[in-house]
């Protein structure tokens, strides 16, 4: 008779799975950056990891199903980074600095093969059935940025408020596409030039009299800096006639 095998509770189970998974996406982080993606094998991560081959395909049905699950982490780590610039308390023009610097800081401190990787995960990234899930939360987080700026009156109402984020978010894939495909780019340089670039271009005009607030409702600040509502402006065809009172 068979000895009766050990069943671990769902929770245990779960709970183990996901550390096996953590583990194989290490071993794959470290050769990858050491080996580069393209050469870097299923067999020298399920050996790195620890684990057999079978359970690397019971998680991930091939190495780019691996490399779109990194995709996933660095997306959240961007949403740390930009939540992180939001919570610092900072002007918006600060708030850009912080963020871009961040970014520039982690790309920095990653070895060579790094570019490849990056170059991987933005394609494997493109690939995923959720990445209109995904750009959909970047787009919603860096208008958040947008919409602290114009409740601060620090951001300009010139322009609708999805350019502005959309004009961040252009800095941002620019820096990171640059970084990947060139050979010695100057990456904390440009990040700094980008997050000085947007504050300026963003910064309402002397003089620009309008304020979005975060209801979508305009206000007029004075010369004293409170907020009125926008004079009432007559409406077409309602215009009382000269010289009639």
């Known amino acids: 008779m068979n000895a009766p095998q050990t069943v671990l509770p769902a929770g245990r189970r779960e709970r183990r799975k996901l550390e096996v998974r953590r583990r194989m996406i290490e071993a794959a982080q470290a050769l990858f950056e050491e080996k580069g993606v393209q050469a870097a094998t299923v067999a020298e991560i399920c050996e790195q990891a620890d684990v057999a081959h079978k359970t690397f395909?019971?998680?991930?049905?091939?190495?780019?199903?691996?490399?779109?699950?990194?995709?996933?982490?660095?997306?959240?780590?961007?949403?740390?980074?930009?939540?992180?610039?939001?919570?610092?308390?900072?002007?918006?023009?600060?708030?850009?600095?912080?963020?871009?610097?961040?970014?520039?800081?982690r790309a920095s401190s990653a070895g060579p093969m790094h570019r490849e990787l990056l170059t991987e995960i933005i394609h494997a990234a493109q690939q995923a059935a959720d990445e209109p899930v995904n750009a959909r939360r970047l787009h919603a987080a860096f208008g958040a940025i947008v919409s602290d700026g114009i409740a601060a009156a620090e951001i300009t109402c010139r322009h609708p408020a999805e350019t502005l984020t959309e004009a961040i978010l252009g800095c941002y894939y620019a820096l990171m596409f640059n970084w990947a495909n060139l050979d010695a780019y100057p990456i904390a340089k440009r990040a700094r030039s980008a997050a000085a670039f947007l504050a300026d271009a963003l910064v309402p005009r002397a003089g620009e009299p309008c304020v979005r607030l975060r209801n979508g409702e305009q206000r007029h600040r004075t010369r004293s800096g409170k907020l009125k509502p926008l004079p009432r402006q007559p409406r077409p065809g309602k215009e009382k006639p000269h010289g009639k009172a």
């Open 57 to 105: 395909f019971n998680h991930f049905p091939a190495k780019q199903d691996l490399v779109r699950a990194m995709a996933e982490e660095s997306i959240e780590f961007l949403l740390e980074d930009i939540a992180r610039a939001r919570a610092s308390g900072h002007d918006t023009a600060a708030r850009l600095t912080a963020f871009f610097e961040s970014v520039a800081g």
